[in-house]
């Protein structure tokens, strides 16, 4: 072997090598969320709250804010919710993961049928303060829609800014971003999507 080609292949062999460490498969890879953290963090269920109610995971938001039947008392309006179990399942049960913290999130919305011509619904950034012990859950609440915002929904669909052309309910997905950090500042998101349903819906 020549003198190099023997230099080629060593050089070879060593970029190989550093590219198995830095990016290699597994739980561990950097283009993992939560990898780094030693542990799969997900989102186990989600509940919609409103002012009144708990919906399960039926997500009609009610965006008119009008009258019951009688003509005199007052819907139930306001702020929505999204309640979250969040569980952190750690890779290797023998070496857990530590405490992890979610402590901030985002809320974005984007019409399904890009055809319509749908008003824009606000995006949503937040900070909380959650701990997740390993191997376990807790519930994290997300604002979601504020009682204001749906207000500005449909007085812009009043004012003729825009025209969807077909009946509600109009359709849009909510995708919400958890992100969080463990003990050493490794940080780390989880996503989580649902569509939701906007109308002028009864809340009495």
Known sequence: MSKRVFTFVIILTGLLFL???????????PGSSTGLIGASVDVTAIIHSTVNKTAGDVWEIDVQNGFCADGKTAESFG???????????????????????????TVEYHAQNLELNL???????????VAILHDSSS??????????????????????????????????????????????????????????????????
């Open 79 to 105: 702020d929505e919710y999204a309640v979250m179990t969040v569980a952190a399942t750690s890779y290797d049960a023998t070496n857990p993961s530590g405490t992890l913290y979610i402590t901030r999130y």
């Open 119 to 129: 008003p824009p619904i606000a995006t949503y950034d937040n900070t909380t303060q």
């Open 139 to 204: 519930p994290v609440t997300a604002l979601i829609f504020k009682g204001g915002d749906k207000v500005a929904y449909w007085n812009a669909l009043l004012n003729g800014k825009y025209n969807p052309a077909v009946n509600m309910p109009y359709l849009y997905d909510m995708k919400i971003t958890l992100y969080g950090v463990d003990a050493y500042g490794t940080t780390f998101s989880v996503v989580v999507h649902r569509t939701v349903q906007l109308a002028d819906y009864a809340t009495c």
């Open 19 to 29: 590219d198995n460490c830095g990016n290699g498969g597994g739980p561990g890879a």
